[in-house]
């Protein structure tokens, strides 16, 4: 297209996203607006797209970080023939594949979910890795993002991550309108403020008026021709271009058009413009998935080994099987013992240091590109990245974590170390899994599960030995539970999982030598839990008494508590859970102190069945 044509491109995607808006009557046509000249560009002559096989290896991939702009995105699925006039304007109904903020569920164009602001470069970083790292198939990553997420930190995570990786194959088009959504952003239309910061982090900068098409185009050259650093382009751009009632205003963000129709006369109106998008060159197949058996480490019961050493041996086998599994950690790598994998398959390991975010959105990235990744750091500081994880569930991405150091147990760090609010995040998150294996053979297991799941995954480890209490060829369905202590005569059920279940064994033991038998079930799947294991357990012994090395807000207490949630009788049930805050001790004063030790539990079990006979 020449110069007249990209604009006229540029004034269909401005006029279909105000009808787009206009049609659903909400939206945000003016944030689509003052983008759609830097959309008409890339649309017409860079991307390199095959619309018709989206998962094409050679193909460019987009991300609109911005999503909230999303009438702009399908406005150009329109004008490359992928979406109808029809289509478009069913945006936002119930039922319509044009959300108000994409996502891949619904539309197979989609890299990832965004509307959560600050998401879009990091996860473009993780793809990026993908292609320059294990794909090797020269696709491009375009994200477009919006001034006012630069605010984020996790923006920055992404700039310093993508420019220590040299990621040359990554372009970044800001769209710096000046406006956010409440007024003025922090740095306006100073383009110099932008390219300064990530001049400092080592991107190549480029900055341009986001509304001159030749400049654009000229731009995107750069981008492309840049070798050895990521690159940004700063363009300056006017919020509602092109309509003077609306361009550069204040308070018309996320609102349509006062007059749409107007708006789309002085636009020029309706076009029907098609583009031929570059196709992309010919590219090999990404992967193929080795089908190797998986020879998981054994160990004997008896021993004592920690669930994180387990992990990280049991993951470092699984990618000898496979070839799609690949690894990222937080810099804690001899801790979480991600480390294992790393020594064994270095070009499938991804260090992200102490950038949990970016950790997990790397790993987003990667999954999007058909890998299986296991990212791993300490429990307690998965919570910086829940934000991550939540869109992650919303892009139905399919990734593993694995938090290590859980719990009160692990001892002297003290409380800033200690996960004890990862159950209640995970649970939360939707369709996802969550585990808690409490010996190593159980992990070994876990681990080589998880990778056949869907959804997000999550693995919760120790950093102390736990006796090993299962045999090397015991099976552990995902939703399951094993039954440790049963007996007809079983008076009390005490449900652990982790480091609680060598406790309760203990408990147990004393209990039987005060006359009380006591069931143990080790509920490893916290989520989905065993249902007819606990419902029979309740119905034999009318009493259940749960035990957690976490919070009692949302973890394993209240799991099992939602196994009796359908309308029939309520067992008489106690929950153990740490609800003091920990200081420094060793991990056995840890225990005590939260009440969750095998004195605790015994003390906790006697109580509650007296309570159950009592008159």
């Known amino acids: 297209m020449n110069t007249g044509e990209l604009l006229e491109l540029g004034q269909q995607l401005r006029v279909d996203s105000v009808r787009a808006a206009d049609a659903a009557g909400s939206g945000h046509p003016t944030s689509s607006m003052s983008a759609a000249d830097l959309m008409a560009v890339l649309l017409a002559h860079h991307l390199r797209y095959d619309f018709d096989r989206p998962a094409h290896p050679g193909n460019d991939r987009f991300v609109l970080s911005k999503g909230h702009a999303s009438p702009l995105l399908y406005a150009a699925y329109r004008a490359a023939g992928a979406l109808d006039d029809d289509a478009l304007l069913t945006f936002r109904e119930l039922g319509s594949r044009l959300e108000g903020h994409p996502t891949p569920q619904r539309l197979p164009w989609v890299e990832t979910a965004t509307g959560s602001l600050g998401q879009g470069l990091p996860v473009g970083v993780g793809i990026a890795l993908s292609g320059k790292r294990l794909d090797h198939t020269g696709y491009r990553v375009w994200v477009l993002t919006g001034d006012s997420e630069l605010a984020e930190g996790s923006v920055w995570e992404a700039a310093e991550h993508a420019a220590y990786e040299h990621l040359d194959n990554l372009v970044a088009v800001v769209d710096v309108n000046r406006l956010g959504q409440r007024g003025p952003t922090r740095h306006g239309h100073d383009l110099d403020a932008y390219a300064r910061r990530f001049q400092a982090f080592g991107w190549h900068t480029v900055e341009i008026d986001g509304h001159d098409v030749d400049a654009i185009d000229r731009a995107y050259g750069e981008a492309l021709s840049t070798r050895g650093q990521p690159t940004v382009i700063l363009a300056r751009t006017l919020k509602g271009k092109g309509v003077e009632g609306v361009q550069d205003r204040e308070g018309l963000h996320g609102k349509p058009l006062p007059d749409a129709d107007e708006a789309i ?52 086998a699984l990618g000898t099987a496979r070839d799609d599994v690949v690894a990222l950690d937080g810099e804690v790598g001899d801790s979480t013992r991600t480390e294992f994998f790393a020594k064994e398959h270095p070009d499938r390991y991804f260090e992200c240091y102490i950038a949990e975010q970016q950790m997990v959105a790397a790993a987003v990235g990667l999954a999007a590109r058909g890998r299986v990744p296991y990212a791993a750091t300490f429990a307690a500081f998965l919570t910086r990245a829940h934000d991550f994880v939540r869109m992650a569930s919303v892009s139905g991405a399919s990734l593993n974590l694995v938090g290590s150091h859980a719990g009160v147990s692990i001892g002297q760090d003290g409380p800033s170390q200690m996960g004890l609010e990862d159950l209640a995040m995970m649970r939360a998150v939707h369709g996802s899994t969550v585990l808690h294996p409490c010996d190593a053979n159980q992990t070994a297991r876990l681990v ?9 995954r999550y693995l919760r480890t120790l950093r102390g030995g736990t006796p090993v209490i299962y045999g090397p060829d015991e099976e552990f369905p995902v939703g399951g539970s094993k039954v440790l202590r049963s007996s007809d005569r079983d008076r009390l059920t005490v449900v652990a999982a982790g480091i609680t279940v060598p406790e309760a064994l203990a408990a147990a033991d004393a209990l039987a030598g005060d006359g009380i038998p006591v069931r143990v079930i080790d509920l490893y799947s916290v989520k989905p839990v065993d249902r007819p294991t606990l419902r029979l357990a309740a119905q034999e012994t009318g009493c259940l008494l749960t035990v957690e090395d976490h919070r009692p807000e949302g973890g394993l207490g209240d799991a099992v508590a939602e196994a009796f949630c359908d309308g029939r009788p309520q067992p008489r049930t106690a929950r153990l859970a740490v609800r003091t805050m920990p200081g420094s001790a060793s991990p056995a004063e840890q225990l005590r102190a939260a009440g969750i030790d095998a004195e605790s539990i015994a003390a906790a079990g006697k109580l509650l069945v007296e309570e159950a006979i009592a008159p």
């Open 265 to 316: 006369r002085e636009l020029g109106g309706p076009r029907a413009l098609r583009v031929e998008v570059h196709q992309p060159p010919a590219a090999r197949a990404l992967h193929s998935v080795s089908t190797a058996p998986v020879e998981l480490p054994r160990w004997d019961p008896g021993d004592e080994v920690p669930t994180r050493d387990a992990y990280g041996r049991a993951l470092a």
């Open 448 to 456: 080589a599960a998880m990778a056949g799941l869907d959804g997000i």
